[in-house]
């Protein structure tokens, strides 16, 4: 079996994964074609458990947008989709796909090159459509060659469902799902393989932070624990580790999600926390808990942060008031519709590929 071959590329030297029987792949950092040589020339592989998720496709094309610099420490892919013109439309993914931009541009210093994003504002038949094709490319280009030290960030902002599990590894028997703008032709991108492309192949000293604002989000990522709030409004961690044995965590890399609600909820898009303009609840909360954070944030203050603003809209109180950075940028995003929501009920989730104190760990993108 050779479906785990590495190779350099020819000009940047970054590994490539390359999938049976390829004759080439194209780097998604340089963009170069490096050729395969004949798998049993090569040297062998480090065994892998046979009961271990196949590796990601690496595709053969290049990735949306332009390369980022292949020594870069920050990348993030970025997805908003608003199903225009279907009765699956939503009003505020696109607004929050363009402040989780601004955001991580403008705090965290990201390179603008170093960011893919994918809405339908892109060429429809380009490379930056959401479409299924390129949401599972972007995901394979975020971890792609990623080295000890990188800070990778991934935001979904569009619609989540559920299919029924067959193999038994999920406790409620469902699989969450995202949905491409596609999904009605080409189907769903299933938990499992998020986390075979964007959670197993991290190495140590690689920090991923996922955001997904999406229904049935809460443990999309499909990481091993879940940090929910008991009721004495205590952080607890929960055990999702498959019943198999199969480890969902990464390969010694740090992996952090953020959702928009548990498994068997749904998130809304609002203008009853911004006041001016749709949003997603989680996103905008997210970014409101941010910027009024001190330098001293845990992931435990941020998520308490989330759940009150969403608690105090869903019951009439309205948000705290939104920050420099999210007032002013909704401003310049005005679209004129906007979607009331009457009452919020979802309810962040945190999960992790490790579990560790909440309240205690610093956070940091």
Not at 1 to 27: E, K, W
Not at 152 to 180: I, K, M, W
Not at 208 to 236: E, K, W
Not at 336 to 348: F, K, N, V, Y
């Amino acid at each position: 079996m050779y479906s785990n071959v590495i190779i350099h590329c020819s000009n940047c030297h970054t590994p490539l994964q390359v999938p049976p029987g390829a004759g080439s792949i194209r780097c998604a950092l340089c963009q170069a074609v490096t050729l395969v040589a004949d798998p049993r020339a090569l040297p062998p592989q480090p065994y892998s458990s046979p009961h271990a998720p196949p590796p990601p496709s690496p595709y053969s094309q290049a990735p949306p947008g332009p390369p980022p610099n292949p020594h870069g420490r920050k990348k993030a892919v970025i997805v908003g989709i608003s199903y225009k013109f279907s009765r699956h439309e939503l009003k505020g993914c696109i607004n929050d796909a363009k402040c989780m931009r601004y955001l991580l541009i403008n705090k965290y210093s990201f390179p603008d090159s170093s960011i893919i994003m994918l809405t339908e504002e892109e060429d429809p038949h380009g490379p930056k459509f959401p479409s299924k094709a390129n949401i599972r490319m972007a995901m394979f280009w975020l971890t792609q060659g990623c080295q000890p030290g990188d800070s990778l960030v991934f935001h979904y902002s569009g619609h989540g469902s559920q299919q029924r599990n067959y193999n038994g590894e999920e406790a409620d028997g469902f699989d969450e799902t995202l949905c491409p703008l596609d999904f009605e032709t080409q189907g769903m991108i299933v938990d499992d393989e998020i986390n075979a492309t964007l959670v197993r192949p991290l190495p140590h000293g690689v920090r991923l932070h996922a955001l997904i604002d999406a229904c049935h989000s809460g443990t999309v990522m499909d990481l091993p624990f879940l940090c929910r709030m008991n009721s004495r409004g205590q952080y607890v961690w929960e055990d999702h580790r498959p019943r198999s044995g199969v480890w969902k965590g990464s390969s010694g890399g740090e992996v952090i999600s953020f959702s928009g609600c548990d498994d068997h909820q749904t998130s809304a898009d609002t203008s009853a926390l911004s006041k001016i303009t749709s949003t997603g609840a989680m996103t905008f909360c997210f970014i409101q808990a941010i910027e009024h954070s001190g330098p001293g944030a845990t992931y435990g203050t941020i998520l308490t942060a989330m759940r009150t603003a969403i608690k105090n809209a869903g019951s009439g109180g309205g948000g705290s008031g939104g920050g420099d950075v999210v007032t002013s940028l909704l401003s310049m995003l005005l679209t004129g519709g906007s979607l009331t929501a009457g009452g919020l009920r979802q309810e962040p989730q945190l999960t992790a590929g490790e579990a560790f104190d909440v309240y205690r760990k610093p956070f940091s993108l």
